[in-house]
T-cell receptor, first 113, second 114 residues
Framework: ETGVTQSPTHLIKTRGQQVTLRCSSQSGHNTVSWYQQALGQGPQFIFQYYREEENGRGNFPPRFSGLQFPNYSSELNVNALELDDSALYLC????????????FGSGTRLTVV | TQLLEQSPQFLSIQEGENLTVYCNSSSVFSSLQWYRQEPGEGPVLLVTVVTGGEVKKLKRLTFQFGDARKDSSLHITAAQPGDTGLYLCAGAGAGGTSYGKLTFGQGTILTVHP
């Protein structure tokens, strides 16, 4: 079975721009979560989608938004980029909201200049 | 807000030594998940513990979930250079809208010298 695929792998954007990150979930998984990981830190929960509905949100502003599609792939959109948004963005998929573990993608490294 | 304190943050040991990493919280978790992350990669799931007091073994790695489901430990016996990496504990929320959402510890960077 294929794992979680994220694109692009690296991205450089200018402050104030908008960005869309994409994630293909693992086959058979209906839950996708997005995390932000700063250098040297543990990942921080952004939000989760379960069967195409947002199912919980972390402490991130509304300019962070997302979607989950019928095939359970997902997008993370960030508007009005700020320098502090520079981080590794991780997508993780699981069965039934992830209590038994997640499969993570390799992440998208976003740099805002 | 759930917090998960992971310690130590850094660990540098010689091959063959034993080590323990701790994760502690005041919150109850539905499960405690341990991940290992290599540079430039996403975390990879090592184990999930679900029941209070549960102990799981994965070769030289032993994982324990506290009786109250608030804390966990990872013990590595006879560490090898291949164990080098970032180890992350993550607690899954126990109820309501937090169910399954992960709160991560800060991570432990383990370096095992030959």
């Amino acid at each position: 079975e294929t794992g979680v695929t994220q694109s692009p792998t690296h991205l450089i954007k200018t402050r104030g721009q908008q960005v869309t990150l994409r994630c293909s979930s693992q086959s058979g998984h209906n839950t996708v979560s997005w995390y932000q990981q700063a250098l040297g830190q543990g990942p921080q929960f952004i939000f989760q989608y379960y069967r195409e509905e947002e199912n919980g949100r972390g402490n991130f502003p509304p300019r962070f938004s997302g979607l989950q599609f019928p095939n359970y792939s997902s997008e993370l959109n960030v508007n009005a980029l700020e320098l502090d948004d520079s981080a590794l963005y991780l997508c993780a998929s699981s069965r039934d909201r992830g209590n038994y573990g997640y499969t993570f993608g390799s992440g998208t490294r976003l740099t805002v200049v | 807000t759930q917090l998960l304190e992971q310690s130590p943050q850094f660990l540098s040991i010689q091959e063959g030594e034993n080590l323990t990493v701790y994760c502690n919280s005041s919150s109850v978790f539905s499960s405690l998940q341990w991940y290992r992350q290599e540079p430039g990669e996403g975390p990879v799931l090592l184990v999930t513990v679900v029941t209070g007091g549960e102990v799981k073994k994965l070769k030289r790695l032993t994982f324990q979930f506290g009786d109250a489901r608030k804390d966990s430990s990872l013990h590595i016996t006879a560490a090898q250079p291949g164990d080098t990496g970032l180890y992350l504990c993550a607690g899954a929320g126990a109820g309501g809208t937090s169910y399954g959402k992960l709160t991560f510890g800060q991570g432990t960077i383990l370096t095992v010298h030959p």
